[in-house]
């Protein structure tokens, strides 16, 4: 799978993208969210994981134009908040965020995740899998 995973934070950056290349996968890493929407256009990727405060573009700005240019890519966030505004902020910046994820979260469990969405994804319909998954994390949230 490709990935690209966009956080400013450079060592939790480097220790995910580590595990998921261990894993086997080709992720693409980004500083910020200007540098995300670039790797975007230029590569041919999978799932976009993105932080949401990030210097120069934030992770909600980076994913409309994310889903202006590509519609049917799939993004995550992966963000140290989980509050709802913030949520359902995610989920209204672009069509195709299929969750939110709050850290922290161990790589194996993130990555594991990603595997099994995407799989669910292909199976079910992103649509789907959005539904139940904004579902799920605004319950939690509030």
Same mark, same amino acid.
């Given at each position: ?46 799932? =976009? #994981?993105l932080?949401?405060?990030? %210097?120069? +573009? ?6 409309? $134009?994310? !889903? ?28 195709? =965020? #299929?969750?939110?994820?709050?850290? %922290?979260? +161990? ?6 995740? $990603?595997e !099994? ?21 605004l319950?939690?949230?509030?």
């Open positions: 799978m490709n990935i690209l995973y966009a956080e400013d934070d450079r060592d939790c950056r480097e220790l995910f993208a580590y595990a998921f290349k261990k894993r086997g996968h080709k992720i693409y890493e980004a500083r910020n969210g200007a540098q995300a929407v670039q790797i975007v256009r230029d590569e041919q990727l999978d799932l =976009v #994981i932080d949401i405060r990030m %210097p120069m +573009m934030t992770g909600y700005d980076a994913a409309r $134009v994310i !889903n202006q240019e590509h519609p049917t890519l799939p993004v995550l966030f992966f963000s140290a908040k989980g509050l709802p505004q913030e949520i359902t902020q995610a989920f209204a910046s672009s069509k195709m =965020v #299929i969750d939110y994820l709050v850290k %922290p979260i +161990m790589p194996k469990q993130l990555i594991t995740w $990603v !099994n969405t995407i799989k669910e994804c292909h199976i079910q319909g992103m649509a789907t899998i959005r539904q139940e998954n904004m579902a799920r994390e319950v939690v949230a509030e």
